[in-house]
């Protein structure tokens, strides 16, 4: 079972819509995915049409995972984020030892439900629950949007990881993804290629600027579904193509 957060410091670089995107895009090719919504804003149930009030605060409460669990398509289901989290952050920051294990606790029964894929869309920022992911997935993928702002953003994240990685020292980026790709515009090209210079091997292909992903989220479907023909389609496509082969 592989464990991929989706994760950044700065908000607005597309990243539920990637976690969304990607996940469906797995699940399509027949793949068995779990995605857990660790956001407090809770958006990614917008993406399927949902209206799921479990979270993984219910777990700590005694409800079994099983039943946090909601199919939203074939082959893929989710336990949504929200403001309840709050409760769980509350909760990791009374336990004395090992706070950052909690999420790796309360998500080990995944590995005997048959999951090929567990993807985390995590929030902005950096925090409890944050680190709590960082100790249980294998897998980074970083959405960066292309602009200048961004890479302070990434500066933090990379700076709050070094810390996680000096116990996990097998963590890494393995995928950089670049975001609302607009070749019309000089910065994009610029931070684009300074991607490529400072994380080799790691940048994916860049998903474009395309008004039909901002739409498919507001018609509670993927972009699969919404424009399944459009540049942003295509490109999620290539990037869930590069995630199911990809080997560490």
Excluded at 196 to 221: C, D, W, Y
Aim: glycine residues 8%.
């Amino acid at each position: 079972m592989r464990k991929i957060a989706v994760c950044i410091s700065k908000g607005g670089v597309g990243k539920t819509t990637t976690a969304a995107n990607v996940s469906h895009g797995l699940a399509m090719r027949g793949h068995k995915v779990a995605l857990i919504d660790l956001d407090t804003q809770g958006q990614v149930q917008r993406f399927f049409g949902v209206d799921q009030k479990s979270t993984l605060t219910d777990l700590i409460r005694g409800v079994p995972l099983k039943d946090c669990l909601v199919e939203v398509r074939d082959n893929l289901q989710l336990i949504a984020g929200g403001a309840a989290l709050a409760g769980l952050k509350e909760w990791i920051s009374t336990r004395t030892m090992k706070r950052e294990m909690v999420v790796s606790e309360l998500l080990k029964p995944l590995e005997n439900m048959g999951f090929d894929f567990v993807i985390i869309d995590t929030s902005p920022g950096w925090g409890a629950l944050n680190v709590n992911v960082f100790f249980y997935v294998d897998e980074l993928l970083c959405p960066v949007r292309l602009e200048a702002m961004s890479m302070d953003g990434l500066k933090e994240f990379i700076g709050n990881l070094g810390e996680v990685q000096r116990y996990r020292d097998d963590l890494k980026m393995d995928y950089v993804v670049p975001t609302f790709l607009d070749r019309r515009e000089k910065q994009c090209e610029e931070v684009h290629a300074m991607l490529q210079n400072h994380f080799k091997g790691a940048v994916t292909m860049p998903i474009p600027k395309n008004v039909r992903l901002s739409e498919s989220f507001g018609q509670g479907q993927t972009i699969y579904e919404y424009a399944p023909d459009c540049p942003g389609a295509h490109t999620y496509n290539e990037l869930t193509d590069l995630v199911q082969s990809y080997v560490r």
